[in-house]
């Protein structure tokens, strides 16, 4: 019960290794309005970097416009889904009708939307950082304590986000792990560099004194690696999961900058693309932890979609 099933304890991990091809100019720069906007670069000219949180954000953006689509059986997910925002950090918009779901249950009564009892959203409160004192001060005051009371509502729903499950949210750590992607020449990747001029997006017009070179990348792929855990088949957040590699597997990827104007487009190859289960529980020696892509049971990118389906 509560949030100590979400990683912990920790029973199953996955490793996904997933090809995409180039298929136009790839620019991850770490400039802003400079003369030149340059690729990110390994020190000591080793390569050319794409960063773990640029993966993270565009798979992400992916899942939350899906998620805004899906039906879920479970109210609070659904809910939680509804009252996501994200602006400067996740949040969810609670209402007074949400709240008042709450302190009644808190005060000993059964709701139709959230199915616990008094004592496990008591447990609930706990682990998401309220001292007894605080959450007997809301069963007592109820609105009067405005600030908890929103406060735990908006923790209950982010308990319950499938996007905030597997990303990560203002109370959980995200199943996902994507690892930084390293290219380097000697793979084939070169260096591309193209002159542009800023266009004032008011006024339509070439923005004076706004001429600069933006570098890119071209080659043939570029891999990635995400690193789940627990997943399970069949849950919220995991056909969320499924759900947007299928978008990715059928429309692309869009990374990095210029994305408007048709640069950064990549396509998955799921033909080279595998993932990797480890069963914790069973692996009772760690020999497929230690060696996944050995002993671990190895899944095409359509068998471990149906397997996050169930």
Excluded at 17 to 42: D, M, Q, W, Y
Excluded at 105 to 114: C, D, H, K, Q, W
Aim: glycine fraction near 8%; charged fraction near 30%.
């Amino acid at each position: 019960m509560g949030l100590i099933h979400h990683l912990n304890p920790l029973k199953c991990k996955i490793i996904g290794v997933l090809e995409f091809k180039i298929e136009a100019p790839l620019s991850i720069s770490t400039g802003g309005a400079e003369a030149r906007r340059a690729f990110i670069r390994i020190p000591g000219d080793e390569g050319f970097l794409i960063p773990s949180s640029t993966w993270k954000g565009v798979f992400r953006s992916i899942s939350e416009r899906i998620a805004k689509s899906m039906e879920f059986k479970d109210k609070l997910a659904d809910l939680a889904v509804k009252s996501f925002e994200e602006d400067l950090k996740a949040s969810y918009r609670v209402n007074k009708e949400f709240c008042s779901e709450v302190l009644n249950v808190l005060r000993g009564n059964r709701s139709t939307v959230i199915p616990y009892s008094k004592e496990e959203l008591i447990e609930i409160a706990e682990q998401s950082g309220f001292t007894l004192e605080e959450i007997g001060e809301i069963m007592e005051k109820g609105f009067n304590t405005r600030d908890n009371l929103y406060r735990l509502s908006e923790s209950i729903l982010a308990f319950h986000c499938p996007i905030g499950r597997l990303y990560g949210n203002q109370l959980l750590a995200g199943k996902l792990r994507f690892l930084d992607t390293i290219l380097r020449t000697s793979d084939g990747t070169k260096l591309h560099e193209r002159t542009s001029v800023a266009i004032d997006r008011y006024s339509g017009k070439v923005r004076e004194r706004a001429f600069f070179i933006l570098e890119s990348i071209i080659g043939e792929r570029v891999w990635l690696r995400i690193i789940a855990d627990n997943l399970t088949p069949r849950a919220n957040d995991s056909r969320l999961f499924a759900l947007t590699l299928r978008a990715i597997k059928e429309l692309g990827l869009s990374l990095g900058a210029r994305k408007s104007a048709g640069m950064g487009l990549l396509t998955l190859s799921d033909e080279t693309s595998y993932w990797y289960i480890v069963d914790l529980e069973s692996d009772k020696e760690g020999i497929k932890i230690a060696n996944p892509f050995k002993y671990a049971e190895k899944k095409s990118m359509e068998e471990f979609l149906k397997w996050l389906h169930g």
